[in-house]
């Protein structure tokens, strides 16, 4: 079965930065529009990011930006989100996901999707 993996989640104290990364072994992410998702206990699913194929554009939900970057490697097989001065409220369990399309609403569809990696911000 297709997935795609998550890594780089942990503890961060406030104001900390963590990198995460989406990688697949069985398809390229080259071509491909990816996102980034976050859950949190009892709230609904949220699209954080996403990056578009061409690299051209790129979707930050209003509570990230100017605090996360999403990017995307030379080689085309891994898509990072680089967080910065974290918040309590950046908990969450964060999924990537490869997308239909990443437009300036956010991101469209869902698939592949990983297992997650959990982000904790907390003193």
């Known amino acids: 079965q297709v997935q795609l993996v998550e890594s780089g989640g942990g503890l961060v104290q406030p104001g900390g930065s963590l990198k995460l990364s989406c990688t697949a072994s069985?398809?390229?992410?080259?071509?491909?529009?990816i996102g980034w998702f976050r859950q949190a206990p009892g709230k609904e699913r949220e699209g954080v990011s996403c990056?578009?194929?061409?690299?051209?554009?790129?979707y930050y939900t209003n509570s990230v930006k100017g605090r996360f970057t999403i990017s995307r490697d030379n080689a085309k097989t891994t898509v990072y989100l680089q967080m910065n001065s974290l918040k309590p409220e950046d908990t969450a369990v964060y999924y990537c996901?490869?997308?239909?399309?990443?437009?300036?609403?956010?991101?469209?569809?869902?698939?592949?999707w990983g297992q997650g990696t959990q982000v904790t911000v907390s003193s």
């Open positions: 069985e398809f390229s992410l080259k071509n491909r529009a």
């Open positions: 996901a490869a997308v239909a399309a990443c437009f300036v609403t956010g991101p469209v569809g869902g698939s592949y």
């Open positions: 990056i578009n194929s061409s690299d051209s554009m790129r």
